[in-house]
């Protein structure tokens, strides 16, 4: 498995976790690394980016202020600290990696490598 998310579980709305995305394969420095996800009968949507060369980010508009991306160079991983979380968040949460473009795309067509998801599911 070249990424793996996980940190996904059952949360109350208005809870916290916090995903991670692992690889063995990329130094996530090197790379830009997005957060997608995809909630049942639904396509895939942007969550978060994170820019290889700077730590630079960017958000969807519905989690902005929520949800921070980050990356832990020395243990390499990507990290998603989601906080007050929606039912409406609930959804499969995966990783990808894509070329350390200067601009952070929200394309799915912008990361080349995936990793398998995990699963988030908020309450009411």
């Known amino acids: 498995v070249q990424l793996q998310a996980s940190g996904g579980g059952l949360v109350q709305a208005g809870g916290s976790l916090r995903l991670s995305c692992a690889s063995s394969?990329?130094?996530?420095?090197?790379?830009?690394t997005a957060w997608f996800r995809q909630a049942p009968g639904k396509g895939r949507e942007f969550v978060a980016a994170?820019?290889?060369?700077?730590?630079?980010?960017t958000y969807a508009e519905s989690v902005k202020g929520r949800f921070t991306a980050s990356r832990d160079n020395a243990k390499n991983t990507v990290l998603l600290q989601m906080n007050n979380l929606k039912p409406e968040d609930t959804a499969v949460y995966c990783c990808?990696?894509?070329?350390?473009?200067?601009?952070?795309?929200?394309?799915?067509?912008?990361?080349?490598?995936w990793g398998q998801g995990t699963l988030v599911t908020v309450s009411s």
């Open positions: 990808a990696v894509g070329p350390p473009l200067s601009t952070l795309r929200v394309g799915v067509d912008a990361y080349d490598y």
């Open positions: 394969k990329f130094t996530f420095s090197n790379y830009n």
């Open positions: 994170v820019r290889g060369s700077d730590d630079g980010t």
